[in-house]
């Protein structure tokens, strides 16, 4: 059986990473792909429980290296029990934020060190890099209207536009300098149209 592909899904607040989440999941099921979904910070039981330590506003405040060292933390557990097994048995992945989000939030909107990044990226993961990676981009403003719409703020979305512009501003540099593996999407249009782009990708990338 041949291995699995490894897909993530990144963007600032509120660009419709999950809701794109289930249209991509349906379009791949389509293609009688085998596909597991799942995100971070989370996907695991205890992975989950760090999510909700990242997440939570109302917790004794958290410094930035704790905060990068719980998202390797998660990331660690979630890949020894979910996305290694799902890639082994020939599952596509598909998850909804991974490391490109650690050093566009914890490098970026932090401005924690890279090559420290880059450091806990090789223990972590070892050679596990995604295949493919959207990144739903749109104005800062478009994705907090939206989140905002949605539910309360969190921990990260309490945080200020500079932080965020600092955010996105990572993201898109990262997609410059890795344009086979990151494709930009325009999040900043109807919805139909976002998934009629992300389609247009995913149909190259399966070929
Ligand atoms: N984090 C995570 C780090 O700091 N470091 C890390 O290493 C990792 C992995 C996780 C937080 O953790 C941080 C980043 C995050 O702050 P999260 O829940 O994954 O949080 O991320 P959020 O961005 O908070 O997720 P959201 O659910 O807020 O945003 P989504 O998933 O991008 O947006 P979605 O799909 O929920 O859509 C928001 C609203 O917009 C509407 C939807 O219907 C929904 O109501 N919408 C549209 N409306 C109009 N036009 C469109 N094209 C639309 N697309 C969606």
Redesign the pocket.
């Known amino acids: 059986m041949s291995r699995g592909k490894f897909i993530t899904l990144e963007?600032?607040?509120?660009?419709?990473?999950?809701?794109?989440?289930s249209f991509i999941k349906d379009y791949l099921q389509q293609q009688a792909i085998p596909v597991t979904v799942t995100?971070?910070?989370g996907g695991t039981a205890l992975a989950e429980k760090i999510?909700q330590l990242?997440?939570d506003k109302d917790s004794e405040s958290i410094s930035d290296t704790t905060?990068l060292l719980l998202?390797f933390a998660?990331?660690a557990q979630h890949i020894q029990h979910v996305i290694e097994p799902a890639l082994a048995q020939g599952h596509w992945v598909l998850c909804?934020?991974?490391?490109d989000?650690?050093y566009?939030?914890?490098g970026g909107?932090r401005e924690l060190s890279i090559a420290t990044i880059a450091l806990l990226e090789q223990l972590v993961q070892g050679e596990l890099r995604p295949d493919l990676t959207l990144l739903?981009d749109a104005p800062i403003e478009i994705?907090m209207e939206?989140?905002q719409?949605?539910?309360a703020f969190?921990?990260?979305?309490a945080e200020k536009i500079s932080f965020f512009t600092r955010v996105r501003n990572m993201y898109l540099s990262r997609a410059a300098q890795q344009p086979d593996r990151i494709k930009v999407i325009q999040?900043?249009?109807?919805?139909v149209?976002?998934q009629n782009d992300i389609i247009e990708v995913l149909t190259d990338f399966i070929k």
């Open positions: 963007g600032g607040e509120g660009v419709g990473k999950t809701t794109n989440l995100r971070e910070p999510r990242v997440l905060e998202m998660a990331r909804d934020r991974f490391t989000a650690t566009a939030y914890q909107g739903l994705g939206r989140a719409k949605r539910s969190d921990r990260f979305e999040a900043n249009q109807l919805l149209n976002v």
